[in-house]
C-alpha cells in the first residue's frame, strides 16, 4: 500500500475512500514506458514546441482547458469517487480547471520580452525542454494545469505523473488538454513513488514542478541538487488563524469551519488551529459548533453532503 493505495502486480487499485468499491486496475507505467516518454518529450520540445509563437502556444492551451467542457460532470464525478470530496466542490474545481484564460494572459505577459535602456538590453526567456510534474490527490485536475500550463506556455513539453491515488482524474485531465496540442508535448505516466523517482533522477528532464508533502519535497530537492535541476516545490503548511477580541464573531466562526472542512480539511492552506482572544473564547467556540453541526457529513455524492471522506484508508487512520 502507497499513499493509502493498493499497488499489486504491477497496477494501481483505484479504491472509493466513501464506499471502499473499486473503481478500476490502472497499469504502472515501466522503466521503459517512462523513458520512451522523455525521449518522445524531447523530440516534440526540439522539433516543433519551443519554435511555436507565444500568442498560438497561448492560445492552443486555452483550447485545450476548454476540452474539459466536454466531459465537465463525468471528470467531476470521478473527482468525489477516487479522492471524496463534495461533488459540489469537485463541479467547482473542474469549472475553474475550464476558464484558465486570465491565467494563461498573466503567464503570456510574463513570458513576453522586455528591453531596457531604451532597447539597449533585452531579455529573452527561453524554455527549460522537458518538465515533469508530479500532481496530488488534493485538487487532481487543477493542480495539473497550475503546475503544468506555465511550463507549456514557455514553450517546454511536460510530462505529468499524477498523484496514485487520483489516477484517472489526473488521465482525463491530460487527455482533453493534449487532444489539442501536437504529439510529445503532454504525456502522461502513471504509478507510485518509484516512477516519479525515475522521472526525477533522469538526465532527460530539465525541470520538476511538485506539489505534495513536505518529506517527498525534500527527497526531489535532494535528487535534484546533484546536478542543479530547476525545481519548484508547493508543500504541505501547519496554517493558524487568529481571532482578535473585537473581530466579527459570527464572520470569524463561519471563516473557521468553511476554511477547516472544505475539502475535508484537506488542502496545504487549511485553517489547522485557531488563536483566540481569551475574553470572548467561549462564545466563539458556541458559535463553532453551531455552525459545525449544520455540515453534513457522508459520501461525497449525496445531496446536501459538505464533508465527504477522506482520501484514505491511510489518511483517516493517521488523524484518529
Same mark, same amino acid.
Given at each position: 500500500m502507497v499513499q493509502g493505495t493498493i499497488i499489486?502486480?504491477?497496477?494501481?487499485?483505484?479504491?472509493?475512500?466513501?464506499?471502499? +468499491?473499486?473503481?478500476? =486496475?490502472?497499469?504502472?507505467?515501466?522503466?521503459?514506458?517512462?523513458?520512451?516518454?522523455?525521449t518522445k518529450s524531447v523530440e516534440a520540445q526540439? =522539433?516543433?514546441?519551443?519554435?511555436?509563437?507565444?500568442?498560438?502556444?497561448?492560445?492552443?492551451?486555452?483550447?485545450?482547458?476548454?476540452?474539459? %467542457?466536454?466531459?465537465?460532470?463525468? *471528470?467531476?464525478?470521478?473527482? =468525489?469517487?477516487?479522492?471524496?470530496?463534495?461533488? =459540489? @466542490?469537485?463541479?467547482? @474545481?473542474?469549472?475553474?480547471?475550464?476558464?484558465?484564460?486570465?491565467?494563461?494572459?498573466?503567464?503570456?505577459?510574463?513570458n513576453e520580452d522586455e528591453q531596457y535602456d531604451?532597447?539597449? %538590453?533585452?531579455?529573452?526567456?527561453?524554455?527549460?525542454?522537458?518538465?515533469?510534474?508530479?500532481? /496530488?490527490?488534493?485538487?487532481?485536475?487543477? @493542480?495539473?494545469?497550475?503546475?503544468? *500550463?506555465?511550463?507549456?506556455?514557455? &514553450?517546454?513539453?511536460?510530462?505529468?505523473?499524477?498523484?496514485?491515488?487520483?489516477?484517472?482524474?489526473?488521465?482525463?485531465?491530460? #487527455?482533453?488538454?493534449?487532444?489539442?496540442?501536437?504529439?510529445?508535448?503532454?504525456? $502522461?505516466?502513471?504509478?507510485?513513488?518509484?516512477?516519479?523517482?525515475?522521472?526525477?533522477? %533522469?538526465?532527460?528532464?530539465?525541470?520538476?514542478?511538485?506539489?505534495?508533502?513536505?518529506?517527498? &519535497?525534500?527527497?526531489?530537492? #535532494?535528487?535534484?541538487?546533484?546536478?542543479?535541476?530547476?525545481?519548484?516545490? #508547493?508543500? &504541505?503548511?501547519?496554517? /493558524?488563524?487568529?481571532?482578535?477580541?473585537?473581530?466579527?464573531?459570527?464572520?470569524?466562526?463561519?471563516?473557521?469551519?468553511?476554511?477547516? *472542512?472544505?475539502?475535508?480539511?484537506?488542502?496545504?492552506? %487549511?485553517?489547522?488551529?485557531?488563536?483566540?482572544?481569551?475574553?470572548?473564547?467561549?462564545?466563539? @467556540?458556541?458559535?463553532?459548533? +453551531?455552525?459545525?453541526?449544520?455540515?453534513?457529513?457522508?459520501?461525497? $455524492? #449525496? +445531496?446536501?453532503?459538505?464533508?465527504? /471522506? *477522506?482520501?484514505?484508508?491511510?489518511?483517516?487512520?493517521?488523524?484518529?
Open positions: 499489486s502486480n504491477g497496477s494501481i487499485i483505484d479504491l472509493n475512500p466513501a464506499t471502499g +468499491e473499486t473503481i478500476g =486496475t490502472i497499469p504502472i507505467s515501466t522503466k521503459d514506458d517512462v523513458q520512451n516518454a522523455i526540439a =522539433t516543433s514546441w519551443s519554435s511555436t509563437p507565444l500568442s498560438e502556444r497561448i492560445a492552443l492551451l486555452k483550447k485545450g482547458c476548454q476540452m474539459l %467542457s466536454q466531459t465537465s460532470e463525468e *471528470l467531476a464525478t470521478l473527482i =468525489t469517487q477516487e479522492m471524496g470530496k463534495p461533488i =459540489t @466542490e469537485s463541479r467547482q @474545481e473542474v469549472a475553474g480547471a475550464m476558464d484558465q484564460d486570465d491565467y494563461l494572459d498573466l503567464i503570456a505577459k510574463a531604451h532597447g539597449q %538590453s533585452i531579455v529573452i526567456r527561453d524554455p527549460m525542454g522537458v518538465v515533469a510534474v508530479i500532481s /496530488p490527490w488534493n485538487f487532481p485536475c487543477d @493542480e495539473i494545469l497550475l503546475l503544468a *500550463l506555465p511550463a507549456l506556455a514557455a &514553450g517546454n513539453t511536460v510530462i505529468v505523473k499524477p498523484s496514485e491515488v487520483t489516477p484517472l482524474v489526473g488521465a482525463k485531465t491530460v #487527455e482533453a488538454v493534449s487532444s489539442v496540442l501536437p504529439p510529445g508535448v503532454l504525456q $502522461l505516466v502513471q504509478g507510485d513513488g518509484t516512477v516519479g523517482s525515475w522521472l526525477v533522477e %533522469s538526465d532527460g528532464v530539465d525541470m520538476v514542478a511538485m506539489t505534495g508533502s513536505t518529506a517527498v &519535497g525534500k527527497n526531489i530537492m #535532494e535528487s535534484c541538487a546533484s546536478n542543479f535541476k530547476r525545481l519548484v516545490l #508547493e508543500l &504541505g503548511g501547519k496554517d /493558524p488563524m487568529v481571532v482578535f477580541a473585537d473581530a466579527d464573531l459570527d464572520l470569524a466562526a463561519s471563516d473557521a469551519v468553511r476554511n477547516s *472542512l472544505s475539502n475535508t480539511g484537506q488542502i496545504c492552506c %487549511s485553517v489547522e488551529r485557531v488563536y483566540v482572544d481569551q475574553s470572548i473564547q467561549e462564545d466563539f @467556540e458556541q458559535k463553532v459548533v +453551531e455552525i459545525a453541526q449544520t455540515y453534513k457529513v457522508g459520501n461525497g $455524492l #449525496e +445531496e446536501g453532503c459538505k464533508v465527504g /471522506p *477522506l482520501v484514505s484508508i491511510m489518511q483517516r487512520d493517521r488523524v484518529d
